[in-house]
């Protein structure tokens, strides 16, 4: 009955939502995005998961055996986040438009679940509206929440899991708290950085509530990505992978220069994926406000208490900073707390005036424009060899004895799977000693997809056998 009653409350609010939601998805070009294949920023990283996902589907491995196309380890073997998406999606036809396709409703869902978090604080359903939709306006959200990658999915399930856990964490009831703390747990699996909202709730518990078996009950769940991790290290030493990154890399590591080049990027340089620009200096400038303001305790101890447990975060993951802006994903979190407490400010003070709240809602389709641009730019930069993804690729491979049990050396590529992933075999590329590889005779066939590589002087021993070409890609035979 009081799930009824809730949804009915909410009603018209949600209804607006998913058309809101719809209808941007659609000026995001979603549909579209959906059908493409790794590309634009990072597609290093885009490459390295749809390889997994593609190892699955065509080597028909089991779950607990996840494996890319680089040979860096034993026959590719290696592990990092939960690969539950990646073997879902490998079942299907398309692997790639299934796996965009399930991380974006999870990405979708999670924006759903911001505006729950706001109404929680906010009581207000026109402003909890407004905070949904402009984190839907964030271009490193919106890029990578339609993407490969996992970071804003597993974002997302934490802010399905604030969600439920606001809602019930003052009852003390079991079930509900479990359910919030699996999303806090399954967040947590697919991006090991996200197990910080169990570090943030658990301040939160003990500074609004008094501690009892019922609020601790759901902390073992914390078990789970544990275990997985303790599996995926195990299983990458097993295999002498080198590559999976399953550690920190704390600024005590780090000089002067990249410490400051981290502060550059975050600060600077890589700013305008956070919202438009004018917005970042509204958000700082009202921040200040917020701190003047006295706030409800419970919010003050989530904006104040998720400000530490990021900044803990970012010192811990300090050098990944420098080149991978997908690692600001986790920050967003105290980000909506901190809008959310803005909003609740702006709400003293222009509750009834209709024509703040015009402003504020123009002021969000210049966000939304901004946000297609700059994903737009995002997806072309950089962009990917269509030739060695084509079906006749495949056939041009096949007709030459290049079957998937063959090895192969891409070149060029400084990645460890993009162009691997796009022939479909196992090998290697530049991100490995390939000369050695050459040497070493590890590799039945060397691949160049562009005739500039073949005029470096080490490479010209072992260009004697040449046995065709397609579009500019020469194929040599090495054994």
């Not at 919106?142 to 969600?163: C, E, M, Q, R, T």
């Not at 019922?214 to 914390?222: A, E, K, R, S």
């Not at 799977?417 to 796009?422: F, G, P, V």
Request: proline residues 3%.
């Amino acid at each position: 009955m009081l799930y009824f009653y809730f949804v009915k409350q909410h009603q018209v609010a949600i209804i607006i939502l998913l058309i809101a939601i719809i209808g941007i998805s659609f000026f995001y070009q979603f549909p579209i995005m959906l059908e493409l294949q790794p590309q634009g920023a990072h597609i290093w990283r885009q490459s390295d998961c749809m390889a997994m996902t593609q190892n699955y589907q065509q080597f028909h491995l089991s779950f607990l055996q996840p494996a890319t196309y680089n040979l860096q380890s034993t026959n590719g073997n290696v592990a990092g986040e939960f690969p539950v998406f990646y073997f879902i999606a490998a079942q299907f036809k398309n692997a790639s438009f299934a796996l965009r396709l399930i991380h974006t409703i999870i990405f979708l869902a999670g924006i759903f679940a911001t505006y729950f978090i706001a109404f929680y604080f906010l009581q207000r359903r026109l402003l909890s509206l407004f905070c949904a939709v402009l984190m839907f306006t964030s271009p490193l959200l919106v890029f990578y929440g339609n993407n490969f990658l996992s970071d804003v999915p597993a974002l997302s399930f934490a802010f399905i899991g604030w969600a439920i856990f606001l809602h019930h964490y003052k009852n003390e009831k079991i079930f509900g708290l479990v359910i919030a703390f699996f999303c806090f747990a399954f967040a947590a699996l697919l991006k090991a950085s996200e197990a910080i909202h169990f570090a943030i709730a658990f301040i939160f518990i003990l500074r609004i509530r008094r501690l009892n078996i019922n609020l601790l009950i759901p902390y073992t769940l914390l078990l789970i990505p544990l275990f997985w991790y303790l599996f995926a290290k195990s299983y990458n030493k097993s295999n002498h992978d080198t590559y999976y990154f399953l550690s920190v890399f704390p600024i005590w590591k780090l000089s002067l220069h990249d410490i400051g080049l981290v502060i550059w990027r975050m600060v600077v340089s890589n700013s305008r994926y956070y919202f438009w620009l004018p917005t970042n200096i509204l958000f700082i400038i009202s921040v200040y406000f917020l701190i003047r303001k006295r706030m409800e305790n419970e919010l003050t101890v989530l904006i104040t208490s998720g400000f530490i447990i990021s900044a803990i975060y970012l010192v811990l993951f300090y050098q990944k900073m420098i080149a991978h802006e997908y690692y600001y994903v986790p920050f967003f979190m105290t980000v909506l707390f901190c809008v959310i407490g803005i909003l609740k400010v702006y709400n003293t003070y222009h509750a009834e005036n209709v024509f703040a709240h015009t402003f504020a809602y123009l002021f969000l389709v210049i966000n939304i424009m901004y946000c297609k641009k700059t994903v737009a730019e995002k997806l072309t930069v950089p962009l990917y060899n269509g030739y060695l993804s084509s079906n006749e690729m495949q056939l041009f491979l096949e007709k030459n004895g290049i079957t998937k049990d063959k090895s192969i050396i891409s070149l060029p590529d400084d990645t460890p799977n993009k162009t691997l992933y796009q022939l479909k075999r196992k090998g290697y590329t530049e991100f490995n000693n390939y000369i050695d590889v050459l040497k070493n005779k590890k590799a039945d066939y060397l691949i160049i997809g562009y005739k500039d590589v073949e005029n470096r002087e080490e490479l010209k021993p072992y260009l004697t056998n040449k046995i065709d070409s397609f579009h500019d890609i020469s194929i040599y035979k090495l054994r």
